[in-house]
Every structure is written in C-alpha cells, then in structure tokens.
C-alpha cells in the first residue's frame, strides 16, 4: 500500500535556525513528489515537484531534495513567516496524491 | 484572481439537510479534486475527475456525490449531512499530477 509518512510532526526553530523536514515514501511506480505550504484555515500551496532521485529544487529559503526513499525540505536560515504547515505528498501511476500528516514550523524571532 | 475558487467559504447546516459545495477553476485543467480535511487525519480524497465524463471514487466516498457541470466546474453534495461530516474541504485542479488547491470551505454539521 501507498505511504507517505513525515517527521518530525511539529518543529520549533529560533529565527536564523537552519533545519530539514523529512519525508519518507513507498509508492509503486513513483511519478512524483510534491511538498506544500499550508498556512492555518488556508488551502495547501504548491511549492515543489521532485521527479527523480538527486533532483533538488530551491525557492528563497527552501531547498527540497529527493532520494528513492525519501524526501527532504531544507529551510535555511528561517524567519517567522515560514511558519506553517508543510505536506508532502507522492503520486503514483494511478494520478492520486497520498498526502503525509505535515509539519508544523514555528519559527521565533 | 485566484485560479481554483470555492463557495461558500463557510455553512453551518443542520443534520439530515442536503447541501453542495461548488467549485471553480480558470486554469483550463482537466483534472479536478475533492478532499477532506480533519485535525490529525490530513487531507483524505473524497472524489476526482480526470475529465467532463470521468468520475471516481476516493477513499472516503460514502455519504457524498460529486456532479462535473463543465470542464470548470466540480461540485460535491452531501445528500443527508450528519455531524462527523463537520470537516474543512478543500478543491483542487491539475493538468498532470500536481495539483492547485482553492481557499477552502469550512461546514459545521450541527
């Protein structure tokens, strides 16, 4: 069965802190992996699609890499409006996302 | 403008009512998404369309339907609400497999 699990579920940083969120997978056929943003009472926002192992993706403080196992969203030097929810999600040859639970960023200044 | 566009944003209904959610997008994506949201259960997929003719059942399916107007348009019905359908739902399109999501609409089943 179609898996996607993240850690940790809840994350505390200083601002300035740099830290990684993970996100392991097992999926059949793997046609992608998708990280978003969600703030609180809003819709997820896309941030990246990883397509293959060794790919990286970056956008301002947010780097996402992927291996065959797992995913990993680098925040570099956060500041307090990077907190949020982050989602992964994977989606396999039958078109579906399989979300993970989040995690939450709390970044303080 | 916001490209996936949901009404209402909130309803409060009353157990046993009938009630639709709509659900619009202006990107021209064939493919469109209903999920459900709940505090520690994630985002669970009620129904999707990859096209106009196309309609499928997610995961939790039981106690909603899903009407695709036109290739904008995704509506999904709960034909008789009740209370544990108390959840925020989220619409979403795509062309591929990523998917854009609206701003959501938030029901309480009373």
């Known amino acids: 069965e179609d898996q996607v699990t993240q850690s940790p579920e809840a994350l505390r940083l200083q601002e300035g802190e740099s830290s990684s969120l993970n996100c392991s997978y097992t999926?059949?056929?793997?046609?992608?992996l998708f990280w978003y943003r969600q703030d609180p009472g809003k819709g997820p926002e896309f941030l990246f699609t990883?397509?293959?192992a060794g790919e990286e993706k970056e956008k301002e403080r947010l780097k996402a890499t992927l291996t065959k196992k797992e995913s990993f969203l680098h925040i570099t030097a956060p500041k307090p409006e990077d907190s949020a929810t982050y989602l992964c999600?994977?989606?396999?040859?039958?078109?579906?996302?399989?979300f993970g639970q989040g995690t939450t960023l709390q970044v303080k200044p | 403008d916001a490209d996936v566009t949901q009404t209402p944003r909130n309803r409060i209904t009353k157990t046993g009512k009938r009630i639709m959610l709509e659900c619009s997008q202006t990107?021209?994506?064939?493919?469109m998404y209903w999920y459900r949201q709940d505090p520690g259960l994630g985002l669970r997929l009620i129904y999707y369309?990859?096209?106009?003719?196309?309609?499928n059942k997610g995961e939790i399916s039981d106690g909603y339907s899903v009407s695709r107007q036109a290739q904008a348009k995704f509506s999904l019905s709960l034909e008789s609400a009740i209370p544990n359908q108390t959840a925020l739902y989220f619409c979403?399109?795509?062309?591929?497999?990523?998917?854009?999501f609206g701003p959501g609409t938030r029901l309480l089943v009373l």
């Open positions: 990883l397509y293959s």
């Open positions: 990107k021209g994506h064939d493919r």
């Open positions: 979403a399109s795509g062309a591929q497999e990523t998917q854009y």
């Open positions: 369309s990859f096209d106009v003719k196309d309609i």
């Open positions: 999926v059949s056929g793997l046609r992608g």
């Open positions: 999600a994977s989606s396999s040859n039958t078109g579906k996302l399989i």
